[in-house]
Nanobody, 119 residues
């Protein structure tokens, strides 16, 4: 069974950095687009970024461009989200997700990890 488990969240001051990890099992990265999403209290779940299955192309939301980056360690089956220059508005529960090649939506989700940015 495919599973994804996030870790690395916590409390950080504005301007600081965190790296989130997503341990994946039952997933071949070359056949999945891997993504990160976040959801703040009372807000709709928001797309953060993704790494496409078919060549490693990256896509990021405008709100995190230049600050966040996604990487994959295929050997360790781990997806990362490096977050720099964090802002209070980045506070949210962060989720990793996987989308099968040629499928429309992300179908495999982790349980989320809390990121809180204080000012």
């Amino acid at each position: 069974q495919a599973q994804m488990v996030e870790s690395g969240g916590g409390l950080v001051q504005a301007g600081g950095s965190l790296r989130l990890s997503c341990a994946a099992s039952g997933i071949t990265f070359s056949r999945y687009t891997m993504g990160w999403f976040r959801q703040a209290p009372g807000k709709e779940r928001e797309f953060v970024g993704q790494l496409s299955w078919n060549g490693g192309g990256h896509t990021y939301s405008d709100s995190v461009k230049g600050r966040f980056s996604i990487s994959i360690d295929s050997a360790e089956k781990t997806l990362y989200l490096q977050m720099n220059n964090l802002k209070p508005e980045d506070t949210a529960v962060y989720y990793c997700a996987a989308r099968r090649a040629f499928s429309a939506g992300f179908s495999i989700w982790g349980q989320g990890t809390q990121v809180t940015v204080s000012s």
